[in-house]
């Protein structure tokens, strides 16, 4: 039995896709306890059942279906010590600085604080050591307890496991090469029309191709041995291409991926194939309750994955990759699928946030 004390958790931007994941994953979980839902002035002082657009395939959970949702200003959060936040880009920037200054400890899908040089940018199954920044970001800023941690764009997530796992087993990458099939749900409520996906594929997701780009190179770079800024990958400087496509997908986006090492000989498929199925995550080796048993599961199946068919591999919480194989231009290629709303979203956040805790940081 876990001897972990409760603690207690917000939900800013609770009614949304992610927050959604959120509801469930947290409504569940050994030791997180709900105390407070907040979302946009339109949902406040309304029950949750009456103002979310419950889009699960489990009910609305027990536990949350009479809370009244509260706005996201700074003074509604009440004796939550974490807020995970699902909001919306407009407004997530200005909410979670305001909730880090009264010092709450911030978990957050959204983009505004990624590229903050002292904020971690963190795929939990691969560099949750940038952690190690966070007691400079709150000396920098004067608090006590308060600090963001973002993680990563969904696409980008699903990238970094698989190549994380090959650069500890192979060393560094020259040159990564990717194109995405992204899901409907990636772009939230109501999100993409059905009009202009039913029948299609749109070549285009704003900002997102930059996105992937640049964000593997602080994930993937480590910290200077200060801990007081991301090294960016700058000693072994990666060059990373990514074409993004929106399919007619709900969840799960699947992404062809082609990488070139530094090192000569490369590995072969089979090496390769075998370094990522025995990656093991730091968080899996801390037990924290919602990493996934395995990381990455390796398909020998040639039409393998499919996001239909394996986005729901451990909850969502690990990555599946297949067809591994040699790559006549760089060296190998191979396909992986990631649940754009779990690892993608809430599940890297908890998993992010049951990391602080086991560390020590909340
Ligand atoms: N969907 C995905 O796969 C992923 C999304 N993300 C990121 O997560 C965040 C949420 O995305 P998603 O769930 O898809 O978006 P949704 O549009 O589905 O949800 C947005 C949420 O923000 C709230 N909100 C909107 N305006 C305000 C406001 N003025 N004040 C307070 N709350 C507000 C909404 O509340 P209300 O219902 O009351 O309007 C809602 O709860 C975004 O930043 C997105 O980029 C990250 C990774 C993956
Ligand atoms: N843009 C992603 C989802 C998303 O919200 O990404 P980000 O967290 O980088 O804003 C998609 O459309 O699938």
């Given at each position: 039995?876990?001897?972990?004390?409760?603690?207690?958790?917000?939900?800013?931007?609770?009614?949304?896709t992610v927050g959604q994941r959120f509801i469930c994953l947290?409504s569940a979980?050994?030791?997180?306890?709900?105390?407070?839902?907040?979302?946009?002035?339109?949902?406040?002082?309304?029950?949750?059942?009456?103002?979310v657009r419950w889009k699960q395939s489990v009910p609305i959970p027990k536990?949350v279906?009479?809370?009244?949702?509260?706005?996201?200003?700074?003074?509604?959060?009440?004796?939550?010590?974490?807020?995970?936040?699902?909001?919306?880009?407009?407004?997530?920037?200005?909410?979670?600085?305001?909730?880090?200054?009264?010092?709450?400890?911030?978990?957050?899908?959204?983009?505004?604080?990624?590229?903050?040089?002292?904020?971690?940018?963190?795929?939990?199954?691969?560099?949750?050591?940038?952690?190690?920044?966070?007691?400079?970001?709150?000396?920098?800023?004067?608090?006590?307890?308060?600090?963001?941690?973002?993680?990563?764009?969904?696409?980008?997530?699903?990238?970094?496991?698989?190549?994380?796992?090959?650069?500890?087993?192979?060393?560094?990458?020259?040159?990564?090469?990717?194109?995405?099939?992204?899901a409907i749900s990636?772009?939230?409520y109501?999100?993409?029309?059905?009009?202009?996906?039913?029948?299609?594929?749109?070549?285009?997701?704003?900002?997102?191709?930059?996105?992937?780009?640049?964000?593997?190179?602080?994930?993937?770079?480590?910290?200077?041995?200060?801990?007081?800024?991301?090294?960016?990958?700058?000693?072994?400087?990666?060059?990373?291409?990514?074409?993004?496509?929106?399919?007619?997908v709900v969840d799960g986006?699947?992404?062809?991926?082609?990488?070139?090492?530094?090192?000569?000989?490369?590995?072969?498929?089979?090496?390769?194939?075998?370094?990522?199925?025995?990656?093991?995550?730091?968080?899996?080796?801390?037990?924290?309750?919602?990493?996934?048993?395995?990381?990455?599961?390796?398909?020998?199946?040639?039409?393998?994955?499919?996001p239909r068919l394996d986005r729901l591999f451990?909850n969502g919480?690990?990555?599946?990759?297949?067809?591994?194989?040699?790559?006549?231009?760089?060296?190998?290629?191979?396909?992986?699928?990631?649940n754009n709303v779990n690892?993608?979203a809430a599940t890297?956040?908890?998993?992010?946030?049951?990391?602080?805790?086991?560390?020590?940081?909340?």
């Amino acid at each position: 039995m876990s001897t972990q004390r409760e603690v207690r958790v917000a939900v800013a931007g609770a009614t949304g896709t992610v927050g959604q994941r959120f509801i469930c994953l947290l409504s569940a979980h050994p030791y997180f306890r709900l105390v407070s839902l907040n979302a946009s002035p339109r949902s406040a002082g309304k029950a949750y059942k009456d103002v979310v657009r419950w889009k699960q395939s489990v009910p609305i959970p027990k536990n949350v279906l009479d809370m009244v949702v509260k706005t996201c200003d700074v003074d509604q959060f009440g004796d939550a010590e974490i807020v995970f936040s699902g909001l919306d880009s407009d407004v997530a920037g200005d909410v979670e600085e305001g909730l880090r200054k009264a010092e709450y400890a911030v978990f957050s899908n959204a983009g505004n604080f990624r590229r903050d040089p002292m904020v971690p940018l963190c795929v939990p199954l691969v560099n949750p050591s940038h952690f190690a920044i966070v007691p400079h970001q709150k000396e920098a800023l004067g608090l006590k307890k308060g600090y963001i941690i973002t993680n990563a764009n969904c696409s980008t997530t699903g990238l970094a496991v698989p190549l994380y796992a090959l650069e500890r087993a192979f060393g560094p990458l020259e040159t990564v090469m990717v194109t995405t099939m992204q899901a409907i749900s990636g772009a939230g409520y109501p999100g993409v029309p059905s009009l202009d996906i039913l029948d299609n594929i749109v070549p285009y997701i704003g900002k997102e191709e930059e996105k992937i780009e640049w964000e593997l190179t602080k994930i993937l770079g480590g910290l200077a041995d200060d801990q007081k800024s991301f090294d960016l990958h700058a000693k072994h400087p990666m060059k990373v291409s990514a074409s993004c496509n929106r399919v007619p997908v709900v969840d799960g986006h699947l992404e062809c991926a082609s990488v070139r090492f530094a090192r000569r000989p490369p590995p072969s498929p089979q090496q390769v194939k075998d370094a990522l199925r025995n990656f093991y995550s730091e968080a899996q080796k801390l037990g924290c309750p919602s990493a996934p048993e395995q990381a990455i599961f390796v398909h020998d199946e040639p039409d393998r994955p499919q996001p239909r068919l394996d986005r729901l591999f451990q909850n969502g919480s690990g990555v599946s990759v297949g067809r591994v194989r040699e790559c006549p231009v760089l060296d190998l290629k191979f396909v992986v699928l990631v649940n754009n709303v779990n690892l993608g979203a809430a599940t890297s956040s908890i998993i992010n946030a049951e990391y602080a805790v086991a560390k020590g940081y909340v």
